[in-house]
């Protein structure tokens, strides 16, 4: 058993522990990072299924911090798959010689808070403990998986495999479906991109569906060396209104209009040119007022409606897939991005059941059972999604400077300051956090812009010799009442989605995600500029 006496002890070598390692170890403190993932990634380690591949367009899922590393790297695809992302992450690695300070395929279990020394002891599960300054989270907002509760799940006797899950030698795209009957549960976005794989050569693919998917054209395309040389030129451009941009996207920015102020043939035009350029253009890129009006944000669902419900060629399926009246409003859920998932449907092999009025029965060792009715199955997708943004935080035994636990402390909900940081939990910084813009914001932007304003703080404490530093209950009240608050000012209130924490029974119903990622930034800068406001330094 080591103990190692480290400044920063960095939970999660996705894209913001390895951005903290960078910045922490270059301003000369030292850091250590620890994943329970046995390759580096995140995200992309974990989430190797069939199709998994990012929805942020090319150049938004990199970073931009350092130009060595995007002058050099070049993408195959316009969204590019977990393979290449896996690919990147090494490359990253090697440019920034990363590896030398992580530990993988080790799990922190326990930290616990000695306010004598100011240090936080940390535990992992192979029995290392780390005596660490600060002790800082980048667990990713979907590090625990939701299994849901289904009877006689576990005495399934084919396969079955949560997506965050999936085998890491399966035989590759497509192949392992081959020939099986193949049934996926859920249809959120991974849903949606391992369809569209197990559609290809499943002997019989059932699809079983709670809510129908959003999901919006992705436009792939086929980048080439060349043409990103070209791009490359605009690169140092895009990265800077990434930056500032609400949803931090290099090129995806609502207009100053309302989609009720302009005339129908003008509203039209511009949900077609954004459909037509794809991904989140659709989501992200028309009118003010779609994620905060009802009356605009119908005329959203119309126009996805139609769109998608003409590539449906049984109307009873595409009244399931697309119906008439909305589930809940348009991009209050993770619309997720498809190449061909309604087309799909069309074929002989591929099925849908509707579970949202008659939910799965059980699972017997067969298949699974629907209203009286078995679907017998060789392989079980779970595409159910996460306990997001909080599980993996919660499941880790932290205890602070009161003994009470994380996990105690938001039994009945969050509460923190600016997404960053708890009262009772000093020296303890959550990264892509909770409260803070995370699932709302891409990636890679929100890694550099909270991680930059984190890097900041570390140096101005020991610049101004302070060892500790730690929130207050009313700095917490206030941001958690502000970040409710500002929810409650759009329509994302009104879904059942996994950002208002509502896809886990029993878990609080709160807005867990700050809706605007300039003003969570000039929140957090007015905050330091003014000495840490919201913060007790000693
Ligand atoms: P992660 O990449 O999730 O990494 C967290 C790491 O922490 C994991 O490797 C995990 O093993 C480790 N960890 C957690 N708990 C412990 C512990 N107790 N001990 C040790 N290690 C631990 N974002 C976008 O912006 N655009 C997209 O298109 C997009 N697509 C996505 C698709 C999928 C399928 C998923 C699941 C997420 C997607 N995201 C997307 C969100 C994505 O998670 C973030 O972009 C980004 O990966 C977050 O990085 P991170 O470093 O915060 O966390």
Not at 315 to 332: K, R, V, Y
Request: with cysteine; hydrophobic share 35%; proline share 5%.
């Amino acid at each position: 058993m080591s103990n190692r006496e480290i400044d920063a002890l960095i939970v999660g070598a996705g894209i913001n522990g390895l951005y903290q390692l960078y910045q922490l170890r270059k301003q000369g403190f030292s850091a250590q990072v620890i994943d329970a993932g046995k390759e580096i990634g995140g995200t992309w380690y974990w989430n190797c299924y069939p199709g998994a591949r990012v929805d942020s367009h090319v150049p938004n899922y990199e970073y931009a911090f350092a130009e060595e590393l995007w002058r050099d790297w070049n993408w195959s695809e316009r969204f590019p798959s977990w393979q290449e992302l896996r690919r990147y992450f090494k490359y990253v690695d090697q440019k920034l010689n990363l590896s030398p300070d992580i530990t993988l395929d080790t799990r922190v279990v326990s930290a616990e808070f000695n306010g004598d020394e100011n240090r936080w002891m940390i535990t992992t599960d192979t029995d290392e403990q780390y005596r660490a300054r600060y002790f800082i989270l980048c667990t990713g907002f979907a590090s625990k998986a939701h299994i849901p509760d289904i009877k006689g799940l576990e005495s399934f006797a084919g396969d079955c495999y949560h997506t965050a899950h999936w085998p890491q030698d399966w035989p590759g795209e497509g192949v392992g479906f081959t020939g099986k009957r193949v049934g996926v549960i859920g249809t959120g976005a991974s849903g949606v991109q391992v369809v569209q794989e197990a559609s290809v050569d499943a002997a019989q693919l059932t699809v079983f569906q709670r809510t129908p998917i959003l999901a919006l054209p992705m436009r792939q395309q086929a980048y080439d060396e060349a043409m990103q040389l070209e791009l490359k030129k605009d690169y140092a451009e895009l990265f800077r209104r990434r930056r500032a941009a609400f949803t931090g996207f290099t090129d995806i920015a609502t207009m100053n209009v309302s989609a009720l102020d302009v005339s129908e043939e003008e509203r039209l035009a511009v949900y077609e040119d954004a459909w037509t350029k794809g991904g989140f253009h659709y989501w992200g890129g028309t009118f003010s007022d779609i994620l905060r009006n009802l009356e605009a944000n119908r005329t959203a669902y119309d126009f996805w409606r139609d769109k998608t419900r003409a590539r449906i060629d049984d109307p009873e399926l595409a009244e399931m897939l697309a119906p008439t009246e909305p589930p809940h409003p348009f991009g209050t859920k993770r619309p997720s991005l498809e190449q061909n998932y309604f087309d799909v449907f069309n074929q002989d092999n591929v099925g849908l059941v509707d579970i949202s009025a008659n939910p799965i029965q059980e699972v017997t060792p067969d298949g699974l059972v629907v209203d009286g009715r078995e679907y017998p199955l060789d392989l079980l997708v779970l595409a159910t999604g996460f306990d997001a943004i909080t599980g993996g935080l919660t499941q880790i035994d932290i205890r602070g400077s009161v003994g009470q636990s994380l996990a105690q402390k938001w039994s009945q909900g969050v509460v923190d300051h600016l997404g960053l940081a708890v009262a009772g939990f000093p020296n303890m910084f959550i990264l892509y956090g909770p409260l803070a813009p995370a699932g709302l914001c891409n990636g890679p932007t929100c890694a550099e812009l909270q991680g930059e304003w984190l890097v900041d703080c570390l140096c101005y404490l020991r610049d101004n010799q302070h060892s500790r530093i730690e929130t207050t209950p009313e700095a917490e009240q206030a941001w958690t009442q502000h970040v409710a608050d500002a929810g409650a000012m759009t329509l994302f209130p009104q879904a059942d989605s996994w950002y208002m924490g509502a896809n886990i029974p029993g878990k609080q119903r709160q807005m867990l995600n700050y809706p605007s990622v300039p003003d969570y930034m000039a929140q957090c800068n007015q905050s330091a500029a003014q000495g840490y406001t919201g913060f007790e330094l000693s």
